[in-house]
């Protein structure tokens, strides 16, 4: 059971959480002028990455908000967590 | 309407366990002006401090997220919140949904009472870590549960209502070895 | 107790305790454990080996105890097989019996099974059973089966209650010996809160074994009793005896299994066998100790081998003589302060067989042996073990100069104890991923870098003698206690002790060289493995020590190599000329120890295994003998049986009353949401199919959702309540599903909008009242509100009372039929079902559950999703394209189903589906084909989602998805079956009243 830091509550218990998936992948702002191809970048394709990883979690069973974490999936260690609309750096300063 | 009961969920009293009245209950939601005029009109400063219940006068107004709170008001207290809260708010944008119906509460009491929520609630029940005046939103054993500390020795919990027996039956287990 | 010292010990000489093994009553002291007090009984034989039946005795005195596997029987049901002997309380009444032996102990026809031994060599199960594949599982695997295994699983429901807890503490001290209890004190000085847990019934761990050693001017056993009392008197401190940390898990998370009851006589009415914590410690200190390793040679393994530290322990602590003429065989300092000590309880040493090379050996454990006046041969070994059920002597050999051996004297002797040096119990460390590194002056592999909030102490890593482990402990601890925030220093201790060094060689004893190759020599007693296991493991091939591990079996099991995992990798270092640090290690796995089942299922079970949510009518529906199905955690009822109907009975009865009259359902499990703000509206567009903006407020709509690729996700009907508020159903199981979704897209994609959700689910009660005569049934319970079709037509909304009741009447259908939805605050939900069944009665009305529900929305061709649908249809493969807001530029899914796949001819659509016969119902999941008989493997074009047999219709119905289905009309296609393919024709979806005549009255 990991320990979560939901950045509205602080640290809490993985059972309070729901995993959301990979981060930072924006729905197209007029997705009828989409193409193919970015749909399919949008629907389908995801990062698998061994590290350090951008990912979704919902406080669901707390303050019910989205928000975004890095997490090493070697690991599981988080190196931190963040709300919607912000994009801390990794470690080593990479976007 | 004045003959009509509300059936709330069964909950058989314990010398641990109290049983709490049927409420008005509002689930309200809104920005920082909504929580400042909800404040203003129903009569209790909504904390803006993660986690934090405040009171006065019989009502509670429980932070559960940045932009939502439970409100608790007497039973009889329906009609005059939504008045003063409508009033209060004016065009501030918000969203006021009665649930008086969706829980039942309950008050874990004594000292045994941070053990026997700690059977199945997964935090920190510590005073150091969750002080009177706290409350959240979190789970008990596979339910969702409101959790608000009133004292050192007594937890405020409301449930959804189909959930309270599965609640209470696994406190009321837990409680047998505690000779509850 | 014809073994058992005159004083000393730590049991209660005063209280006798009667037991039973395997049928024979015995005698032993409060305190013992089985292992103790059947030594102390001169009992040494408790089992039979896994593979070869041969007979084993008492190796060790703790949880790394091999051999002695052992079924304590409470009663019928509470048979638990596994236990360790070493770990048994003993009360008054035990039963307890050996397992794996037929027909009895002394006498096991299995042991056979050693005759045949070069039959089953490492490896035996993969090379003689592979083939042919049906010998394997009808002869060889239930053989195998019933001849090996270890213990019985008890065949009744376990009667026993199991507790878990949450538990939360800054510092958390697994190991309760010196240096456990040095941490834990100092720990417990700053503030902290301390848990500290031991497996033993009693805290102090190797301090309870010690015969002379003092700390700070106390004995051992008073220094115990004084810490525990001062930890005790600290209301931050937390105390769990009888508690193995059995897992350590991520971000600090720590298992532990306390036992509760099982060392009781009688059990206590209320108290649990067994509880699980969980429990998150902000830092760890591992003070587990260390286990002793035996020493290799032939036939070590037989009744009457112990280690050197357990022979020490049950006399010290115990107050028993594992023999009377005791054999020392010494790769290690500390056989000699455990010949010292047995001497001192009265036993004869019969030798002390050295392994290490003269004049290697010196130091206080020497040195004590000496001037206890025992008889000490250096550079021997043991070539052979006389005695079966007990041994009766031992063939030393000499080890020359140049490594030959030579045949030596032979010892007689009712014993044998040996140490082969001291592994550092990392257990707990390697689980949570930390390093290991090989100490070479040890003999093994001890703590490195650390990836968790954790520390070891004490032997655990390495560091030995009684005032460096004290103090090593009490520096954790109090690093511990400072890591977390609370300031802290370390207490300092000083003891006196023999300090005996613990370092050894990890391998086997050299052997004669020669032709006839050496009686069998065991590395891991309980799954008998033995050296030349190993040896023809890597003559095969093997070389990675994980795959050895498996070939061979050896640190598999219960027992997970404890005592032979090191002594393993020493075999396979030396026979592949490497060096041990470079065979590897294969994997700590938790549990350090089994754990039930029971525990980590804990109070969920039965009735309390999930919740079980119940709808308003659940107890009028129960006194109706309502039969009721799991929806989720919700039980509905499935059906009302009148009388002696069946289920077809019933629903057929229950199906017909509805479109004749009228029925009543129960529809509160519906998800029920509440979507408010100024861009409510706005928000619906963007996330349903629909238009939402020209829906009129006391006006609903059946909607759509789509995910964002196209795909149907979940349906209901909305209301618009007020121009900003809108009241959205959705399916029952789809509530918390569609709730998240539209948080999502409200809290990160749509932030420019003014809206808010609140779940209503459970706030409302749902009567759906269906049928001809629906509205003369309301007629009779509303006052203020105007039932006509001008004024509320179908999908129009009211606001009133019902019975006195404020309610949201919703004239919606989901049967085809004049209907209505009855929404009530959920705690008038049981008054409402009441008034309207006593309202109906004129009408007869019907109480119907949701299988009569589903067979008339199937009349109708109205979708189930999850269902009809599953997750791969479009809104038009679902024959609902028609509820799309064809003028919205965006809404969730419509990109996604604009994809050509997703428009292309040939999709699956849905259909109607009638058999030739009109009796045959078909089945749910049956694949669809388009020509009967063909050979396999056959093209299937999709399967039937509903089937039902319709009273109304006098007939079976169907609904299939079928490839190009809506091309397809009136043709005949084939349901394939194992009877047989079914012919059906493809027809609408829409079985009953295609005109919607019924609907609109």
């Known amino acids: 059971m990991l320990v979560i830091h939901c950045p509205y509550c602080g640290p809490r218990p993985e059972p309070e959480f729901a995993h959301g998936g990979q981060a930072h992948i924006a729905r197209p702002h007029d997705p009828a002028n989409t193409t193919d191809e970015e749909l399919l970048q949008f629907l389908y394709l995801r990062e698998n990455p061994r590290g350090l990883f951008r990912e979704r979690w919902r406080h669901a069973r707390g303050c019910g908000r989205f928000f975004n974490a890095i997490r090493d999936t070697n690991t599981d260690f988080f190196v931190t967590t963040y709300k919607v609309g912000e994009r801390p750096a990794l470690p080593g300063g990479a976007q | 309407m004045s003959n009509l009961t509300r059936r709330s969920p069964r909950i058989e009293a314990q010398s641990w366990l109290e ?4 409420k008005t209950r509002l689930s309200f939601r809104g920005g920082p002006d909504a929580i400042a005029a909800a404040s203003h009109g129903f009569g209790v400063n909504l904390s803006t401090d993660a986690c934090r219940a405040a009171s006065a006068n019989d009502r509670a107004a429980l932070w559960l997220g940045p932009d939502e709170y439970l409100l608790l008001a007497p039973e009889s207290d329906a009609a005059a919140v939504r008045t003063t809260l409508a009033e209060a708010l004016g065009e501030i944008p918000h969203s006021i949904v009665d649930i008086s119906h969706r829980h039942a509460a309950f008050v874990v009491k004594g000292p045994q009472a941070e053990w026997l929520l700690g059977g199945g609630c997964p935090l920190d029940l510590d005073l150091a870590a969750f002080p009177v005046g706290m409350c959240t939103r979190t789970v008990y054993m596979k339910s969702e549960i409101y959790l608000w500390r009133t004292a050192a020795d007594a937890f405020h919990i409301e449930t959804w209502r189909s959930f309270t027996p599965y609640v209470v039956d696994h406190l009321i287990d837990a409680a047998r070895e505690c000779g509850g | 107790m014809k073994a058992r010292t005159t004083a000393g010990g730590r049991v209660d000489r005063s209280k006798k305790v009667r037991f039973t093994f395997d049928g024979r009553a015995y005698e032993g002291l409060a305190g013992d454990t089985l292992a103790s007090a059947l030594l102390a009984n001169g009992v040494h034989l408790t089992g039979r080996s896994f593979k070869y039946h041969r007979p084993r005795g008492i190796v060790g005195s703790g949880s ?28 008054d009444g035990l039963i307890a019996e050996s397992q794996n032996r037929w027909p009895s102990l ?24 592979m083939w042919p594949r049906s010998w394997w599982y009808k002869v060889y695997e239930p053989n195998i089966r019933a001849a090996a295994g270890l213990g019985k699983a008890p065949s009744l429901p376990d009667p026993d209650r199991y507790a878990q807890q949450f538990a939360h503490c800054e510092v958390l001290v697994v190991g309760a010996g010196p240096a456990g209890l040095a941490a834990a004190l100092s720990a417990a000085n700053s503030g902290a809160r301390v848990v500290l847990c031991d497996e033993q019934a009693e805290m102090g761990g190797s301090l309870l074994s010690e015969r002379n050693a003092n700390i700070d001017g106390l004995s051992a056993a008073d220094w115990v009793a004084r810490t525990l009392e001062t ?191 001291f592994t550092p119990s990392v257990h707990l460390h390697s689980q949570s991923r930390g390093k290991l590194a090989y100490d070479d002056q040890l003999g093994a592999f001890v703590p490195a870098a650390t990836a968790e909030r954790t520390r070891s102490a004490g032997f655990s890593r390495g560091v030995s003698g009684l005032t460096a482990a004290l103090n090593d402990g009490a520096t954790a601890g109090a690093d511990a206690a400072v890591a977390s925030g609370h300031a802290c220093t370390a207490l300092q201790f000083s ?92 994997t700590y796995r938790m549990p350090y120890t089994p ?52 289920m077809h009975a019933a629903v057929d009865r229950e199906c017909l009353g509805v479109r004749n009259s009228v029925g009543m359902f129960d529809a509160s499990t519906l998800g029920k949401i509440e979507v408010v703000g100024k861009d409510a509206a706005e928000f619906l567009n963007r996330f349903y199919v629909n238009n939402w903006s020209n829906l009129g407020v006391n006006r609903s709509r059946y909607g759509i959702l789509c995910r964002d690729d196209g795909f149907v996700y979940d349906d209901g009907v909305i209301v618009r309540l007020a121009e900003d508020r809108f009241h959205v159903t959705t399916t029952t199981g789809g509530a918390a599903r569609v709730f998240n979704m539209m948080e999502d897209y409200i809290q990160t994609e749509w932030r420019d909008l003014s809206v808010w959700i609140t779940s209503t689910s459970e706030q409302w009660s749902v009567v759906a009242v269906q049928g001809p005569k629906a509205r003369d049934v309301l007629a009779k319970l509303v006052t203020d509100i105007d039932l006509s079709a001008a004024a509320l037509p179908h999908m129009g909304v009211a606001r009133g009372h019902i019975a006195g009741i404020p309610t949201i009447l919703m004239r919606v259908s989901f049967t085809g039929e004049l209907g209505f939805e009855v929404n009530v605050p959920a705690e008038y939900g049981a008054d409402l079902w009441e008034a309207i069944y006593a309202a109906g009665q004129e009408f007869n009305i019907t109480p119907y559950g949701t299988e009569a529900m589903h067979v008339l929305r199937a009349e109708k061709g109205y979708i189930i999703v999850g269902q009809d649908t599953d997750g791969t ?34 999709r699956k659509q849905l259909v109607g589906l009638l058999t030739e016969d009109p009796k045959v119902v078909l089945e749910e999941g049956a694949q669809v084909v388009l020509a009967p008989n063909q050979s396999i493997p056959f093209e299937m074009v999709g399967h039937v989602t509903s089937s039902y047999y319709s009273a109304n219709l006098g007939r079976s119905i169907a609904m299939a998805v079928v490839a190009g289905g809506r091309s397809k009309m009136d043709q005949t296609i084939y349901v394939a079956m194992p009877g047989g393919d079914i012919p059906v024709k493809v027809v609408s979806t829409v079985f009953y009243d295609p005109q919607g005549a019924r609907l609109n009255v």
């Open chain 3, 873 to 906: 249809l479009t809104p038009d493969d679902a024959g609902v394209a028609w509820a799309i807001g064809k003028t919205k530029h965006d809404f969730v899914g419509k990109r996604g189903m604009d994809r050509a796949a997703l428009k292309a001819a040939g």
């Open chain 3, 64 to 91: 790394e105890e091999p051999n002695a596997l052992i079924t304590v029987i409470r009663d019928e049901a509470r048979k638990t097989p596994n236990l360790r002997a070493t770990q048994i309380e003993i009360y």
């Open chain 3, 495 to 586: 003891a006196q002790a023999l300090d005996v060094g613990l370092a050894g060689s990890p391998g086997a004893l050299p052997q004669l060289a020669g032709p006839i190759p050496p009686a069998k020599a065991f590395v891991d007693f309980q799954n008998d493995v033995t050296t030349r296991d190993l040896a023809l493991a890597q003559r095969e091939g093997f070389q990675s020590i994980e795959h050895i591990k498996r070939y061979t079996t050896t640190g598999m099991a219960t027992d997970q190599g404890k005592t032979s995992g090191l002594n393993a990798l020493g075999i396979v270092a030396d026979a592949s000329n490497r060096r041990l640090a470079d065979v590897g290690l294969t």
């Open chain 3, 106 to 129: 002394e006498f096991d026809l299995g042991a056979i099974n050693s005759l045949f031994s070069p039959m089953l060599p490492a490896g035996f199960y993969n090379k003689t059973f």
């Open chain 3, 231 to 421: 930890l005790r008197a600290n209301p931050r401190v937390r105390l769990l005896a009888r508690t193995t940390a059995f897992g350590y898990f991520p971000h600090n998370n720590i298992g532990l299994v306390e036992r509760i009851t099982d060392h009781l006589e009688s059990l206590p009415a209320h108290a649990p066998r067994e509880r699980l914590w969980q429990v998150r410690a902000t830092e760890v200190v591992l003070a587990t100790g260390g286990i002793e390793r035996p020493l290799i040679f032939p036939g070590n393994d037989r009744p009457g081998v112990l280690l050197a530290s357990a022979a020490r322990t049950y006399a010290n602590r115990y107050g028993v003589r594992v023999g009377e003429r005791v054999a020392v065989l010494a790769g290690c300092d500390a056989a000699f302060e455990a010949a010292v000590d047995l001497s001192a309880a009265g036993s004869t040493i019969a030798i002390i067989a050295d392994a290490r090379p003269v004049g290697s050996v010196d130091g206080p454990g020497f040195a004590a042996a000496k001037s206890a006046g025992l008889r000490i041969l250096p550079s021997a070994t043991a070539l052979a073990v006389s005695g079966k059920l007990r041994v009766t002597g031992v063939q030393l050999g000499i080890v020359g100069q140049d490594g030959k051996v030579v045949v030596g004297e032979t010892i007689a002797c009712d014993t044998i104890v040996t140490s082969g040096g």
């Open chain 3, 595 to 646: 754990v039930t089942f029971g525990v980590f299922a804990g109070p969920a079970r039965g009735d309390q295994f999930d919740p079980v949510r119940r709808t308003p009518s659940h107890d009028w529906a129960v006194a109706r003998g309502g039969v009721f199905e799991d929806v989720g955690n919700w039980k509905r009822t499935r059906y009302f049986p009148v009388g002696n109907e069946d």
């Open chain 2, 19 to 22: 049983p709490l009245p049927a």
